[in-house]
């Protein structure tokens, strides 16, 4: 057929989909029946044109008998079959340009592999048009071009160029041998359908070396304006990719040894120490990101991370010495940003230093920098709701703040900024939903100290005395020398007297005496 179909145009094209599976068959009046051949069809179905799939049992029979690779396409439920079906492609080594004659093994190809870049790199894949719809097959293509664009404004990653990427359209590809060609660590494929009114969009991200599945999704949506389904879609992806690399590039940074680690790891290790936040852990990931900067004193992340951790450590857990810390914060944020402009995390956290320190002017600029140059940075948008929400500005604070809670919904800061929720709604006099933050933040991480001030105020402004005066005796036995800070001293964060004052009139309606 590959060579039938040399020169043809695509609609006169014929285009097999082969499944195969081993099991019992029913033979009767000239036909075949039985799941045997029932999962063999649905395997079918899933099949790209030209490709094939088979199951965990043929897989498991052939794989070392066949220059042929098997990309784990995960467990599929298909239709009259009661469990799912364990579904591989099947992928030839070699070119495809011509098939292999009887007897014959197909070569081995032997690009050499490029060498990773410094940072997470990714290739988004054409995605196959499975519809048997030729008018979809723009769709496909659209997402993925899309995906690409919208990935390649992260500064955190290597996004592989889309001309190179679609040399890979309607073939069948190894993961494997894409991440050795294109030298990234991360493969993004995936696959849309159309039945009737409805297309469904599938999409996985794979890690290239270990053929490991990092995240997938499913997006079933109706056929109505295609060029906003096209764009709900790409944002879907997209939004989940950044996060998804992030959490696997920990794990990856985990499983290295200790004397292997360069600038890189360190700073993952230091960030999965600093989001456990705990004094121990951030201890931890204070040594961290200050060997990454010992490592190498170009890289940014060491500077901003270490900045992070030190601001956590005086502000939040009360170590160290709070007078010095705003200064010393603040000098690591203006080096990082020194050394590389389009680090937008860089430019979020001196903006949060900068508000802190009093310059609001200049820590909406660098925030929005941030924005400008990673729209779908999670964390810009949770520094920008926390700079409004303290500026007197909490609605628009909390709109910023749901943005940075959908772009990244599996943040393990969620707790920190679900205190920022309460906060905001405080502000706004909604003490209803600053009740339910604030008991959703406490639930989140009990420890946390901030967690526990804003439930007393709220259920005081209410006028649930009893629930009140409990919280407000949680929250100074879970930490008095917060509660000190924070309420008696008055935290340098309330730079609006109206803010302290609001704060204090729910602590006293709490039962609070000072």
């Known amino acids: 057929m590959l060579a039938r179909n040399e020169g043809v145009p695509d609609q006169r094209r014929i285009e097999i989909r082969i499944g195969i599976n081993l099991g019992d068959v029913i033979v009767e009046d000239g036909d075949i029946f039985g799941d045997g051949v029932n999962v063999a069809a649905r395997l079918e179905a899933l099949a790209e044109p030209g490709g094939v799939c088979v199951s965990r049992v043929v897989r498991d029979q052939v794989r070392d008998k066949l220059n042929v690779a098997f990309v784990d396409l995960g467990e599929q439920q298909v239709k009259n079959i009661a469990r799912p079906v364990r579904t591989y492609r099947a992928v030839v080594l070699g070119p495809r340009a011509s098939s292999p004659h009887a007897g014959e093994t197909p070569a081995v190809q032997t690009t050499p592999a490029l060498a990773l870049p410094d940072k997470p790199s990714v290739a988004v894949l054409p995605f196959s048009n499975m519809s048997g719809d030729p008018a979809q097959e723009f769709v496909a293509d659209g997402i993925a071009e899309d995906v690409i664009t919208a990935l390649s404004r992260y500064p955190s990653l290597f996004v592989i160029a889309r001309n190179s990427c679609f040399t890979y359209k309607g073939r069948a590809v190894d993961v494997k041998q894409v991440g050795r060609e294109l030298g990234v660590r991360y493969v993004l494929e995936g696959s849309l359908r159309k039945a009737g009114n409805r297309i469904r969009v599938t999409a996985q991200l794979v890690e290239a070396e270990t053929g490991k599945h990092v995240w997938a999704a499913r997006h079933d949506r109706d056929l109505a304006d295609i060029f906003a389904l096209q764009d709900e879609i790409t944002e879907a992806v997209t939004v989940a990719i950044a996060p998804a690399v992030a959490g696997a590039e920990q794990q990856r940074a985990l499983r290295k040894p200790p004397d292997s680690l360069d600038a890189w790891a360190t700073y993952q290790r230091g960030l999965w120490h600093f989001g456990k936040f705990t004094v121990d852990d951030n201890e931890v990931a204070q040594r961290f990101f200050q060997q990454s900067i010992d490592l190498d004193p170009t890289f940014t992340g060491g500077y901003w991370g270490l900045a992070a951790a030190l601001w956590y450590a005086s502000n939040i857990f009360l170590v160290g010495r709070q007078i010095e810390t705003p200064n010393a914060v603040e000098a690591l944020a203006r080096r990082a940003v020194a050394l590389d402009g389009s680090d937008a995390e860089a430019r979020s956290w001196l903006g949060i230093f900068l508000f802190v320190g009093g310059d609001y002017k200049g820590a909406l600029t660098e925030i929005e920098r941030g924005l400008t140059l990673s729209p779908n940075l999670a964390f810009a948008h949770g520094a920008l709701g926390f700079a409004l929400i303290w500026s007197g500005q909490p609605k628009e604070g909390l709109a910023s703040l749901e943005k940075c809670r959908r772009l990244d919904p599996r943040d393990p800061s969620v707790g920190v900024y679900l205190v920022q929720f309460a906060v905001g709604h405080y502000y706004s ?67 609006r007297p109206e803010d302290y004052a609001h704060m204090l009139e729910g602590m006293r309606k709490a039962g609070w005496e000072g």
């Open 429 to 495: 006099g909604d003490y209803e939903a600053a009740v339910e933050a604030a008991e959703q933040a406490i639930r989140s991480n009990p420890d946390f100290p901030t967690s526990h001030f804003w439930l007393p105020a709220a259920l005081g402004q209410l006028g649930r005395t009893a629930d009140a005066k409990e919280a407000l005796e949680r929250a100074i036995a879970v930490s008095p020398g917060h509660f000190d800070l924070w309420v008696r001293q008055r935290m340098p964060l309330f730079r």
